[in-house]
């Protein structure tokens, strides 16, 4: 299940979509907006996503996630738009048999969406806007 | 499109734009008339020549054709979907 969305991300709703009779282990990874940066302090965030290509990565990384692991269900789902501090922007859940699985495939999936699937935030202070330099993608 | 000026067959390539390069270049998309069977890396040295703080900022943006990023040898057209990709930061 993949999503990107301009709205709040639902949390119940993911961790109702990805549970399944077979599950003993659901992971949840949660990503919200911080207040400050490595410069000082982050009032709010822009994120703005290519869409139809950051979905088909997200699809992409759910296979592979299927692939590796003897996992249940992947959710991943980005937010996109303004978004305060607080605020969930990323939300990765695995449900798997047991722990280990989930865990692992979750930390996959994250890790995975945050250097490969182009999205790009800029970080809003009282003084000024920048967007984030982040990862070059690759072939 | 693909026109003929004179001897020479050049086509218009659309070329979508996102983060910061949106800013530098003033608009979400542009379009650039190249020659007909350019590739990815003509297609970018002309657009650094076009708008050189893209360049003075030396952002090591990438290209995507058809929702994949490409090597700077892949032939273009007009009929693709072509984007310039700044370093991603999701999450």
Redesign the interface.
Known sequence: MIRITDNAIDLNKILIDISDNSAGAITLFV?TVRDHNSHGHVSALY????K???E?IMAEIEKEVLRKWNIIKFSAT?RIGNLKVREI??AVAVSSEHRNESFEACKYG?DN??????????EYSDASEN????????? | MTTTTGDRDTDLIKVKLFGISTEIVGKREMTVRVPVGTTVGNLKKKITKMYPSLDVVNIPFVFAVNHRVVSEDVPVTHLDEIAILPPVSGG
């Open positions: 990503g994120y703005e996503a290519y139809k290509m950051a088909d980005h922007s990323v994250i969406i945050k250097t490969r699937v182009p999205i790009w935030k800029k967007w984030v330099t982040g990862v070059s993608l690759h072939e």
